[in-house]
């Protein structure tokens, strides 16, 4: 019995510490008072001016495209990368799969490093094509990862099975290999384009003029001190990662209580 | 007769110079259920992916009709597998799954599902077009899969160690049907098999391979009782083989001396020279066992007793040259060093020659 109760306070602090920030913050976006400290009376007011800002509004145009471009990209790359690292051999081929670990392990500030140099090198203009660039770079290998853990053995003999029945390559690759490989492609999608949407320090070094991104513009507002239009527009982003979340739970669940039926 | 698949001086090494299979002849006929028996790893299932076409020769040609198919790939090729863990995609319903190479043939809906009917009908599985595989238990599963295979009516049904996942009784039942939908059906099995009984359950006719090679075609009934080499001997059922050595021809027969100094008379094989080494082959139940003596018997000592409920196996030793297996119907009781007497039945005394 002692011990429960102790078990239910230790999980209650983990959860307070988890989501306390969180939920100051979308209370904040809510506060009248231009400081974070005290609570005067509720307010819509900072969400009015965000959609008044032009630039934030730039800001997160820029952000949404270079995140749905890099992520459809890197995900299309990123799955035809792991199932030909899975089917095919040739020469080097644990190399290149050992190779795929580092841009996930790297400190991403010498990742935006050399890539800045690379855009230098080719004397590319830095700007939004850069950013794309880059995220591709780095989500790839989030993908590749993701869909290789839903590639197994069984796959082969579901490829080979619809070959027998008069498949192509093509037929069998649309219809076999494509579903079954899909959750991890669609996690490894969403990774992508969480990655993508959040990252400050490759977009750092890779944007140029006129190509802000959300999280580069919030960070240059802040050295200023957190200001409560920064509030709402975080809670604004919060809303728009839980709808995406729910959705895809949604979609998922739906799924699986149809295959239950 | 036509054979409907051919395969002729066929090998096939996977890794430089390591064969699999070496020059392998085999001939299957129209309507024949034939089964490739071997044990793991003697390269039946790559027999069975060479018919397939998910395999390539690496020499030798495969015929399939008169068509020569060497080339071709398995899409094209008009045989179809029923594998090992049945391979159902499991992201479609079973109608679907059935329905699939139909839907690759182009044929119009109506027939697909005309089609698919006949074949869950087959396999009395009507009603569960909606189930995915998942929810199937693994008979269910299997008749599955035997539909998606026979609703394309191939020339041949591979099927490749189908019942092997299947516990005891449904293996059982599932031979019985398989083999009644083969004769029904008039179509054409290749099995694959590592499981004997299996094969002399269902087989029309059994080819047995060791390292690639064929080692005996023939019916069941004369590889049980008259295998042609040693392995065969011990791979189908239980058997004694006793090392001899032939020392007189005499017309038409052999003679024949164990290391015990026992002789045997046999009917000549044009091979045969005196001195060649042959083994002698006694099947464990053409043994009489009895605790009495018995007329020209051998007394032994009870080594080992299994009881097995109908049959009790018993091993005998036969003074200190040679050791028997025998198996004893009936409800006597045997134990171990027990005095007992064997007599062996002269005509199930099999001379094996070696290669």
Redesign the interface.
Known sequence: MKNKVFKNIFIAFVFLFLYLPIIILVLYSFNSSKMNIIFEHFTLDWYKNLFDNRELLMAFFNTMLIAITSTVISTVVGVIGAVGLKKYNFPFKNLINNLLYIPIVIPEIVLGISLLSIYTLMKLELGLFTIILSHIAFSIPFVVVSVRSTLNDRLKTYEEAAHDLGASNFKTFFKITLPQIKPGAVSGAILAFTLSLDDVVISYFTAGPGSNTLPLKIYSIIKTGITPDVNALTTLMLLVTIIVLTTTAFIQGRKIMEAAK | MEPIVKLENVSKCFDEGKYVIKNLDLEIFEGEFLTILGSSGCGKTTILRII???EHVTEGKVYIGDEDVTEV????REV??I?Q?F?L???MTVFENVA??LR??KEKEEVIKKEVKKALDLVELDGFEER?P??LSGGQQQRVAIA?GIV?HPKVLLLDESLCSLDLKLKRMMQIELKKLQKKLGLTFIYVTHDQDEALTMSDRIVIIEKGKVQQDDTPQNIYQYPKTAFVADFIGESNLIKAEITGIKGNTIHVKTKNKITLIFDKDEKDKVGNKISIMIRPENIKISKSALQDGLKGEVKEVIYDGVITKLVVGVGNAFKLKVTAKGNVLFNVSDEVYLKIDKGSVIPIREK
């Not at chain 2, 790939?73 to 094209?76: G, I, N, R, T, V």
């Open positions: 397939s076409g998910l790939s398995a899409e094209k179809n597998t594998f863990n391979a995609f499991p992201h699939f190479g690759m043939r995915y998942d929810q998606r394309m």
